[in-house]
Structures are given as C-alpha cells and as structure tokens.
C-alpha cells in the first residue's frame, strides 16, 4: 500500500516557468514531510520541508505547500531552471521527523531551455 | 556532502551467492537506513537501525538481513542473491529529521 504518492511520473516546463510537483498521503500520522532532488548516478540531496504545525515553507526558488485537510503537498519551484532537471521525492514521517521516512515514486522534471 | 561512503560502487554477482553491501558515516549519526531504488517504485526501505545492535525491518526486508556492531559502520546482507535484488541501494543517515544519501550501489545479480 503505497502511503505516499506522486501521481505524475514526469513533467516537462519551460525555462523562466514555474514547475509544480505534487504529493498526496494517506497516513494521517505523517506530520513532517521532505522533498529530496536526485541527478542520475547520485544519491538524493535534501531540497526543503516543512512541518505540519505550517502550512507553507520558502527557500530561495522552492516553496512547499501542505494541505492536510486534502494530505496534499507540492513543490513549487520559480524560475525553473535547466538545473533543476533531476527526479524530485516527495518524503513523510512521523513524530516531526524522527520517525523512518517514507518515499514516493518520483517525478522526473525536465526543463525545456 | 555528509560523510558517507558506500562500498562496493558496483558489483556484479551470481544467484545463489551472498553479498554484502557496507555504509560508513563518520557524523555520528544515531539512525541508519538502506533503500532500494527501482523504476516506478521510487525508494523503498529494507532495513534501518536506530542505534547500535538496534535495527528494524521496513517495507521490502525479505532476503535481505542486516547488523550494526558500531554506530559507524551498517551492513546489510543478501544471504542468497536473487535477480530480483537487482538494484541500486542507498545508504542513508539521520540524526532528527533530514536524511543525508550515500553514492549508492549498484548491484546486478546475473
């Protein structure tokens, strides 16, 4: 039973747009939830979270969302950038992060210069 | 780059034979966890250790065993490799709340 989701296995965008990745969750036990950035032949690299207490969380280009009436988050990243180009996870835990993080499927997002 | 390291890189082995898969960290981090990468289903977790000779299963543990003699070092085991732990495995480490990724292994079971 997957507990987290990403629905859409990949996403193209233009360079200068905006790209909106989406996470949905089913535990309502979760209340701390990551986004992690992986290139190809590397391990994943932490991007941003945030915690349930919030429901919005800023970092330079990248911004999380969180709906828990709808266990819902996304990541939305402005400008894009031909950088940005890797597969994005959506990760959830419970305890505000120190419980064992549970993944989604990925994303993989292409910036189109 | 958190101080991980994963070994071997890459390895190539039999069915039937055993293999171990080694993380190091040098941060003194408390938890410990080994994932699996496959297409379409993301990282999926085989075993995570939460101190010292302190370990769990996670979602996908079968065939695979694990043991941590010291904070630094975890081990997992495939006791009898199979095709379908053909896999890019990952070392990950944790104090609270972000989880810091080693380079990976890829590992192909022939």
């Known amino acids: 039973d997957q507990q987290v989701k990403q629905n859409s296995p990949s996403l193209s965008v233009q360079e200068g747009r905006i790209s909106i990745l989406n996470c949905d969750y089913t535990?309502?036990?979760?209340?701390?939830f990551l986004w992690y950035k992986k290139y190809p032949a590397e391990g994943p690299t932490f991007l941003i979270s945030i915690s349930s207490i919030k429901d919005k969380n800023e970092d330079g280009r990248f911004t999380v969302f969180l709906n828990k009436s709808a266990k819902h988050l996304s990541l939305h990243i402005v400008p894009s950038q031909p950088g940005d180009s890797a597969v994005y996870f959506c990760?959830?835990?419970?305890?505000?992060?120190?419980?064992?993080?549970?993944f989604g499927t990925g994303t993989r997002l292409t910036i189109i210069p | 780059d958190a101080g991980i390291t994963q070994s071997p890189r890459h390895k190539v082995t039999e069915t039937g034979t055993p293999v171990t898969l080694r993380c190091h960290q040098t941060e003194n981090h408390r938890y410990m966890y080994w994932y699996r990468q496959d297409p379409g289903h993301g990282l999926r977790l085989i075993h995570y250790s939460y101190g010292v000779k302190d370990t769990d299963k996670g979602e996908v543990s079968d065939g695979y065993s694990v043991s941590r003699s010291k904070t630094e070092d975890f081990l997992l085991t495939l006791e009898s490799a199979t095709s379908s732990q053909t896999s890019v495995y990952f070392c990950?480490?944790?104090?609270?709340?972000?989880?810091?990724f080693g380079q990976g292994t890829r590992l192909t079971v022939v």
């Open positions: 535990n309502s036990m979760f209340d701390y």
């Open positions: 990950a480490i944790s104090e609270r709340t972000e989880a810091f």
């Open positions: 990760a959830a835990s419970g305890n505000f992060g120190n419980e064992k993080l549970t």
